[in-house]
């Protein structure tokens, strides 16, 4: 037997290479003769018309505002749910601003430093208006308006209400009633934002570098909002350093960048600082839950009660509305549990701040905050093991599939055996037992979990009842065996991080026995590949794996009936391996022979067969709900009690997503997600004055967690394979994010429990932990 | 105010005119055009620009190139021509190190310097001496082994 290069094997990573020699080659490192660098003016209040916007002279050609492209339309992401009240955002400002940061005009010069320096000698004057920083405050009846035409600012208030939750709160004997808040915080990729656009005379078109996760989709979105046919519009994701969610929309800058390109006769660049990328990328979460939660006396949930504030920012964007945001939180709130009460009412909210919008996890970390702290505290209530709590309440294996109180459809698993393990590989045990003497430091140990399951690669029909206007529910793949029986996957799909020039190759393996070194996987350009949707929502590697597949076998059935031309044999006797194909007597022909054949001597093929051996496949699981991937997480804490610092000493995940196509890339993708639930947890917030002023610009006051921070992570997996997806994949790569911040408030409110100290709001800063227990014992 | 300079990069001598505010990163990704080195907060916070000067590590988006005249400075690209370095890229690649390779450069340059002090250092003093790189993708597991395993065959190597 060969060795595996296939399905389950954690084959090295082809990607790895360029970026070990330095020879990544990222939007910034482009190097395009007579490129000129863009700077913008951005506006330094929180809301306010525009009274005036003066240039020195001498920049006119250099420097543009809206009067420039009056027929750039405005970013509306109108979703097909009643009652949504759609923004108008300008790319640039037009008459009013709404958050600090928002474009207002945009300088062209040879170098980054010159452009910087006519946008700083722009002034703009402004007729300043309150800023609405609050989402409670925002919805007060005198509250002054973000957008002139709507009667609150509000984007959309919706409810459920499902059984009969009036009923459960006027019997349940146990009530936790808590507010939970995740503050403002963003995904923060290593590389910002990025675009270089220029008109490519040959070719008739507009070129567009930029650093996102999802080409095909800018494409669409570009044409729709500049006076230009799509065909004329090339979009290339070059290398991307990072995007988690902040590049999964089509931004103002990039629309700007492309009107540029346009009207210029070089090309340009727009390299975002960091202090831009803090004040106009998109931030995320921003939850506000309040919750009644009834249970009985053993501690099973009888019904959740949500009121749900999301601060959605200034306006929605493309093509998302920050509704996902909302909606989705709505849904998984009741988690992995089995309860059939739950009322919930929630509000998008209008306020002066940067538009929310995905980031690893997409509400869920929220959702999955306020449920795992309410497990904890339904525990304490009723005197139990939290673990225990959790167990008893959770979908068991024998009812799958399950359909949840919101609608969702659990696909399979066994979610109670992922709390059983995980508690096993952060040995609760040996916890409890080290919490009955003091620690030698005076600090205070304690232990939480939290579980969730995660919707994954969902289908077209998700995303209709969703609302959204446009639909990502397929991947696309070309698959073209070259002459030389060499492969190229010509993919929709972007990879930025994830290793699908790893993983897909592993895919064509598996289908046709070709050496993963000699397949290349295209990525991240619209001229090359089919249309694809691109990588967010955890679907890339089911999404595009199954189309690779798909366009794999095609070719495969092409190639067998060659090889059982030349074998003399029937084509289901050929079998692939060792990038050879093999007939029943133990002759083979080579895929080089194979690819030869299709190609350069088509008299090779069976009579009456079309040459080339290409195929374009589209892919969408079976189940338009997607594959729930589950987790359970635990982590150990120290706390300081003097000073409110939290130290992580011992974490541990367990997962089931399914078959696992190249289990290392997967425990890449489950450290890093956590590593940013850490953050969320602990140390990330972007809060703003009460003047709409952002604090938090630098990374000196925006704290990510580094590798004294991030501990030692144990995983262990679980394999449900699933029959709706090719080889029984799930979608995995949100997941880590979405525990940390439950797992370590409930190890927090474990360690203080002797004070009954709780953290519920995140991040749990020293200063935050402090006041909790300062409050816990005022009140003994 | 232009002032003329000269900064040996990677062997090469490169020698232009710069501005007060040039800093090396720019120097480096502009006039040595080798774009390896990242600029990833341009603050001195991140670490992702991270080059050797004169031997030291130092963060080039906050080092002003004028300052410069006349240093050696050894950036990502040059690695591979280095023992330590040479054995610490094979050793990120197998222990899946890196993910979407933008701070990767700044680590490697900090890792060398790492491996340079410490023949052998364990987890904690790793973890310690990356607190000034920010990965936002690997949640530094397999950066840490990526160092220990390096570490191993450094150390292997001289046993032969
Ligand atoms: S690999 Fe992406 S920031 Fe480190």
Redesign the interface.
Known sequence: MSKNLGVGASL??K????????????T??L?IPGTWEVAFVRSPIAHGKILEIEAPAGFSGHFFTHDDFPDIKPIRSIPETPGFRPSSYHCFAKDKVRFVGEVVAVCVAPTR?EAEDMAQACFVEYEELPAVVDSLQALEPDTVLLHDDWEKNSFIETSLDVGDIDAVSASAPIVIEREFRMNRHS?????GRAVLTYWDHRLDELVVYSSTQFPHQIRAGLAQHLDIQERQMHVIAP????G?GIKNILYPEEIILSALGMKLDHPVRWVE??REHFVSAIHAREHLHRIKAYADREGRILGVDADVYVDAGAYSHWPNSPFMETGMVMKNIPGPYDFRNYRARSHTVATNKPPIGPYRGVSRPAACFTIERIIDEIAHAVGKEPFEVRMMNMVKKDQMPYRTVTDLLYDGGDYGECVRQTKELIDLEAVRERQKAPEADGRLIGVGFASFTEQTAHGCGEWVTRGVHVIPGFESCTARLMTDGSLHLLVGIQS????LETSLAQVANQELGIDPDRVSVRHGDTSISPFGMGTFASRSMVMAGGAVARACRTIKAKMAEIAAHMLQCKPDQVSFSDGALHGPTGASVTLEQIGHAGYLRQDGLPSGMDPMIEAVETYEPNIATGVFCYSTQAAVVAVTPETGAVEIIDYAVVEDAGTLVNP??V??Q???????GIGTALFEEIPYSDEGQPLAT???DYI?P???E?P??KIGHMCTPTEHTEYGMKGMGEG?AISPPAAIANAIRDALSQTGAELNETPMTPRRVKAAIDAAQSKV | MKKFITINVNGQDVECAVEGRTTLGDFIRNEAKLTGTHLGCEHGVCGACTVLVDGRPMRSCITFAASLDGAHVTTTEKLGQDRIGAVLREAFHEAHGLQCGFCTPGMLVTCRDILARHKNPSEETIRYELSGNICRCTGYMNIVAAVKLAAQRLNSDEVK
């Open positions: 090295l990573r990607e790895d290479k360029r970026h070990l020699a330095g020879r990544g080659e990222f910034s490192d190097d430093g995904g923060v990729p290593m590389e290398d991307v350093g990072g988690f600082d960091r930025h991080g994830q290793g290392m890339i425990d890449g489950i450290h890093g997600g956590v590593a940013q630098t990374f000196a990510m580094g590798a004294a991030v030692h992570i880590g």
